[in-house]
């Protein structure tokens, strides 16, 4: 059973960086289309960013491009997220998913219902 477990959250100031982490145990990795969503206080659960199994193929939300970038480890079973120029607004909790379908395409990459397991989130506060 695939089991994600998401680290390196926490408070930053506006400006600032943090990178959060995915583990990922039980299945693997490798086959995996992952992705990062994001669920602010009140909002719905909104799409970050997603990468192919191969890491070849990465997308991101217009929100935070140029700012976020994903990767992943496939020998660490691994998927990253370095968030740069941190901004107020991207306080939220961040959610890491797996999409067990291997191959990727962009707009089953935004799509919360297409990914099969989820961590149980970390929390990054951003102050101004």
């Known amino acids: 059973q695939v089991q994600l477990v998401e680290s390196g959250g926490g408070l930053v100031q506006a400006g600032g960086s943090l990178r959060l982490s995915c583990a990922a145990s039980?299945?693997?990795?490798?086959?995996?289309?992952m992705g990062w969503f994001r669920q602010a206080p009140g909002k719905e659960r909104e799409f970050v960013a997603a990468i192919s199994r191969s890491g070849g193929i990465t997308d991101s939300a217009d929100s935070v491009k140029g700012r976020f970038t994903i990767s992943r480890d496939d020998a660490k079973n691994t998927v990253y997220l370095q968030m740069n120029s941190l901004k107020p607004e991207d306080t939220a909790v961040y959610y890491c998913a797996a999409d067990f379908v291997g191959r990727y395409s962009r707009s089953n990459a935004y799509d919360l219902h297409r990914y099969d397991v989820w961590g149980q989130g970390t929390q990054v506060t951003v102050s101004s």
């Open positions: 039980g299945g693997t990795f490798s086959n995996y289309v």
